[in-house]
C-alpha cells in the first residue's frame, strides 16, 4: 500500500511539471500533445488494478476509451468560448459540456472495437472543427505549477477512494475528468490569450490517437495475460502511435473553422 499511496501523490504531479516545463520550452501546442499521453489516466487505471482486480481495470479502461469523446467535447467547447468569453465563462460551459457529453456516452453502450472506431472518427473530425484564432502576444504566467500538481494529485485521491462506490465504468469516464486540460488551459487562456489556449487544445486532440490505442489495448491485454505485460505493451503501442501523430500533423497547417470578427 505503501507503493500505491507513492504512485497517487507522487508520479502524477511530476509529470505535470513536467509537461508544464516542456510546454514552456517549445509551446502549448507541444504541452497539449504531451499532456494527452496517458499520464493521468495510466497512473490511475494502475492504480484501480493493484487495488480493485484486472477485470475491473479492464472495464474501466473501456470507460477511459470512451470518455475521449467527452474530452473532445470539452475541448471545442472551451475554444469556441473562448472566442467571446474569458477563462471563468469559457471554463463553464466546457464543463457544462464535458458532464453532458458524460451522461449521453454513459448510457451508450458498445464494443470495444466500436468504440475505438468511434473514437477515432471523433478525433478526425475534432481538428476540422477549432475556431481559426491568431496566436497571441502576451506571456505565460509562471505561478502555477504548485496548483496545477496539487489538483492532479487531489483527482487521483478522489478516483482512486471512490472507485469502489463509482462503479469501473464510471471510474474509467471519472479518470479522464479533464482536469489537465482544465488546468493547462486555463492558465494558458489567463496568462497568454485565447490563441494559446486553442493551440494547447489542438495539440491535446493529436495527442488522444495514442492515448485511444493505450485504453484499447490495455482493456484486451488485462483480460487476457498479466498486468506488468499489459500495461507495458499498452504505453509501447500508445507511445508508437503519439510519435507517428506528432510527426504526420507538425507539418501541417492547423484547420480552423472562421470566427465572424476575428
Do not use: N
Not at 65 to 77: G, N, P, T, Y
Not at 124 to 135: C, D, E, I, N
Not at 200 to 229: D, E, H, K, P
Amino acid at each position: 500500500m505503501t507503493a500505491v499511496l507513492a504512485l497517487k501523490l507522487f508520479l502524477v504531479p511530476l509529470l505535470i511539471w513536467l509537461v508544464t516545463l516542456a510546454g514552456r520550452r517549445w509551446g502549448p501546442g507541444v504541452a497539449g500533445w504531451l499532456s494527452a499521453f496517458p499520464i493521468v489516466a495510466g497512473p490511475i487505471l494502475l492504480t484501480l488494478t493493484l487495488e480493485q482486480g484486472a477485470s475491473f481495470a479492464a472495464s474501466a479502461a473501456e470507460g477511459t476509451l470512451l470518455a475521449v469523446v467527452a474530452i473532445l467535447v470539452f475541448s471545442l467547447a472551451y475554444a469556441w468560448a473562448c472566442v467571446r468569453y474569458g477563462v471563468a465563462g469559457s471554463m463553464l460551459l466546457a464543463l457544462l459540456a464535458y458532464g453532458l457529453a458524460v451522461g449521453a456516452l454513459q448510457a451508450l453502450r458498445l464494443p470495444l472495437g466500436l468504440a475505438f472506431a468511434l473514437v477515432w472518427c471523433a478525433l478526425l473530425l475534432a481538428g476540422r472543427l477549432f475556431p481559426a484564432v491568431p496566436a497571441d502576444g502576451g506571456g505565460s504566467r509562471r505561478k502555477d505549477l504548485g496548483w496545477r500538481m496539487l489538483a492532479a494529485a487531489v483527482l487521483v485521491l478522489l478516483v482512486t477512494a471512490g472507485a469502489a462506490h463509482l462503479g469501473a465504468r464510471l471510474s474509467g469516464f471519472f479518470a479522464m475528468f479533464p482536469v489537465m486540460s482544465t488546468v493547462l488551459v486555463g492558465f494558458a487562456h489567463a496568462g497568454a490569450g485565447r490563441g494559446s489556449a486553442v493551440a494547447l487544445l489542438r495539440g491535446m486532440v493529436a495527442g488522444y490517437f495514442g492515448f485511444s490505442v493505450f485504453c484499447v489495448t490495455l482493456a484486451m491485454q488485462l483480460r487476457a495475460g498479466g498486468v506488468g505485460a499489459a500495461f507495458g505493451l499498452a504505453l509501447g503501442c500508445a507511445l508508437a502511435v503519439h510519435l507517428v501523430a506528432r510527426r504526420m500533423l507538425a507539418g501541417q497547417a492547423p484547420v480552423g473553422l472562421p470566427v465572424r470578427g476575428s
